[in-house]
């Protein structure tokens, strides 16, 4: 994926990627995520994500929100356990209204105590929302149980109590130890000549002040293994099995990517959904993910059922996992799951904010952006007895968590 980049003094890097269309979008990506926060500080990177909205130092809340919702542009932003995203899209003409508003809330955001107060009873709501979705909450909590006490297993969102405890103090001192210049990239995908958009990035980012604060990030161990039963007030029972899988480093990160795509990725025709849902009729949602982190991973599997057949579900899912854990793919197997997971991801990039994003990511972690041929060799250099050896690595038994969300009696 051809760009061009323009690196600050600060260490702030511009990337920018040409595409012939009227609409912009653009990205600051901040490597602070939720993994980053202090022992009972649990959503506090979100909470700081919400905030950046609401004052700077010379805008406020109704300015910030306006700024570019009133020439027709989204402006959102969203966290994760290792990043926090802000991004917009908008017409052309309007990039240097975008990185004006980017560096004012990013660098200039005054937490005042009544805004503060008013977005915690947000999050407040927010948080009861999700727990009331137990296809959402039960990922967070399978993901809690495979790190346990670890922060990479924590909620983004934080706990009530947590979020009750979160001072303006905390927020500052987050942003001055994470928010480190030389873990941001501006990402712009339009059409500009690069002169412009380095230009712009000078303007506006080149005076922050340099902020190179080593992260010191711990890698989790997962120690923690077997069954578990939750009891709730729901109608189906919900479950999710899984493990840990490999970091976005990972030598055979292409290939688990490659198997999960052939189980549970997206489309109708993967093996999950043929077995369980269009075969049996058991399932209405079935699916299975693989998240890479920078030092480790989560590979699981969700479905939700009535509670009568989730033991018949769950062993089929086993059934599916064993084969692929015995049987080598076959040429034509493996040939049409590699043109299948290619052309899936050669059509989102027709999403250019997704892909704006993506590369930002890679050039975080990887100081690269993979073009869609190097991508597509990658994949295809797989063999199937590299899936096979993956198959009996990631999918072994013995070394999975399943967690049960079960209606009580």
């Not at 130092?57 to 402006?75: F, P």
């Amino acid at each position: 994926m051809e760009y061009q980049l323009h690196t600050l003094t600060n260490g702030i890097r511009i990337m920018y990627k040409h595409a012939p269309s009227a609409i912009t979008h653009c990205c600051l990506l901040v490597n602070a995520g939720s993994r980053d926060e202090l022992p009972q500080q649990e959503g506090l990177a979100h909470f700081i994500e919400h905030l950046l909205f609401k004052e700077t130092e010379r805008r406020g809340t109704n300015q910030i929100l306006n700024r570019l919702e009133v020439i027709g542009a989204d402006l959102n932003a969203y966290t994760t356990k290792e990043y926090t995203c802000i991004h917009a899209s908008f017409l052309n003409p309007y990039l240097e209204r975008a990185i004006d508003l980017f560096e004012d809330i990013v660098f200039h955001s005054t937490f005042p105590e009544d805004e503060l107060e008013k977005e915690r009873g947000v999050i407040q709501d927010e948080i009861a929302s999700y727990l009331d979705q137990p296809e959402e909450a039960i990922q967070d909590d399978f993901e809690e149980l495979l790190y346990k006490d670890h922060p990479i297993g924590k909620n983004i969102l934080g706990t009530t109590e947590s979020v009750n405890t979160l001072t303006r103090d905390d927020m500052q001192q987050f942003i001055a130890t994470n928010y480190n210049t030389n873990q941001m990239i501006f990402a712009v995908i339009g059409d500009y000549d690069f002169k412009k958009v380095s230009k712009l990035g000078d303007k506006y980012f080149g005076h922050i002040a340099a902020n190179y604060t080593e992260k010191k990030r711990v890698t989790p161990i997962v120690n923690v293994y077997g069954k578990h039963v939750s009891q709730k007030q729901i109608s189906q029972t919900h479950c999710v099995m899984g493990g840990e899988a490999y970091s976005s480093s990972h030598k055979d990160k292409t290939g688990l990517l490659l198997l999960n795509n052939i189980l549970g990725g997206m489309g109708m025709s993967n093996r999950l959904n043929l077995e369980i849902r269009e075969k049996y009729g058991i399932a209405y949602t079935i699916e299975s993910n693989y998240t890479a982190f920078t030092d480790t991973g989560i590979f699981s599997i969700y479905f939700g059922t009535d509670a009568e057949k989730s033991e018949k579900a769950a062993k089929l899912v086993h059934k599916e996992l064993k084969k692929l854990r015995d049987n080598q793919l076959g040429t034509l197997q493996l040939h049409q799951a590699k043109q299948k997971f290619i052309g899936q991801i050669a059509l989102a990039e027709e999403n250019r904010m997704s892909l704006i994003i993506s590369m930002a990511k890679s050039l975080i972690d990887f100081n690269y952006v993979d073009t869609l041929p190097q991508l597509f060799d990658k994949i295809n250099n797989v063999t199937a007895s590299q899936l096979l050896d993956i198959s009996n690595e990631i999918f072994d038994e013995s070394k999975m968590i399943t967690l049960l969300f079960e209606p009580k009696q």
